[in-house]
């Protein structure tokens, strides 16, 4: 029998503005998973998305992880630093012939499925340049998913349970080079998590819907699959997620404990002793309730 990898977590912000209670959730998350396997804790910037990117936010982020005591086991990675493992692992699926250019504008693909849905039919990417640009400009490049079963992806979610996609029919061929020449967020998060030996995989559940495009990467690049957590995404009132753009205000960095407390009352997590008087009990407390947590969810694997 082979021994699995050793346990290898990451936590993997975006800087497009602080580190509010929604991205403060994630990291707990994570953390406490690392810990609970006594395993290594990473993090990466994913700033592959230059536009959105606000100078300062990586660095501020930074700084209130270590003020919350979360300190990472090796120096954070920064996706704007790695776009060549991006362009080599594109290079690679071009050579397989699994990726396409594409000449549809925003317009031309939300037109098609309006067009679509009043048909009753699918809401995916219609494959409308798999067979060429038909004379249009190049602007995007896609990945060609496969048909029927072939197209199913599933994989066990350890906090939401059993999970299915149809890629075909629910996504369509997939944006791996943006129209404004920027890596996919799809195809740099495969990339990175594969290149830092990433076992375990615990995020928000914003990104559960895009689980499956990842696993169907991983597989054309012939990369292992993680194993899956995502915890519920921390909401505004209007049932938004919670972010800079809905009004999310940065933490409090001065009151560490306060925030991580209220962190984890949202993931359920039920701390013996009641509330922890420094950070260091607290993270051992919260490690204990976050292994029976996960142990008491639909998941099946730990
Ligand atoms: N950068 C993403 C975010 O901040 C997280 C990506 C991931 O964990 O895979 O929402």
Redesign the pocket.
Known sequence: MSVPPPYRG?????P?GPLHFG?LV?ALASWLDARAHAGAWLVRI?DVDAPRTVPGAAEGILATLARFGMHADEPPVWQSARSTHYANAFDRLKAAGIVYPCGCTRKEISDSLLHAHARHTTLAYPGTCRSGLHGKPERAWRLRVPDGDAALVEFDDRWQGPQTQNLATEVGDFVLRRADDQWA?QLA?VVD?ADAGITH?V??A??LD?TAR?IYLQRCLGVPTPAYLHVPVVTTVDGEKLSKQTGAQALDSAQPLAALHDAADYLGLVLEGGPAASLAAFYTAATTAWVRRVASLVGTSS
């Not at 990451?10 to 975006?14: D, I, L, M, N, Q």
């Open positions: 990451r936590f993997a912000p975006s497009t991205s994630s994913e967020y998060v998590d995989v995020r928000g914003d990104l895009s990842q």
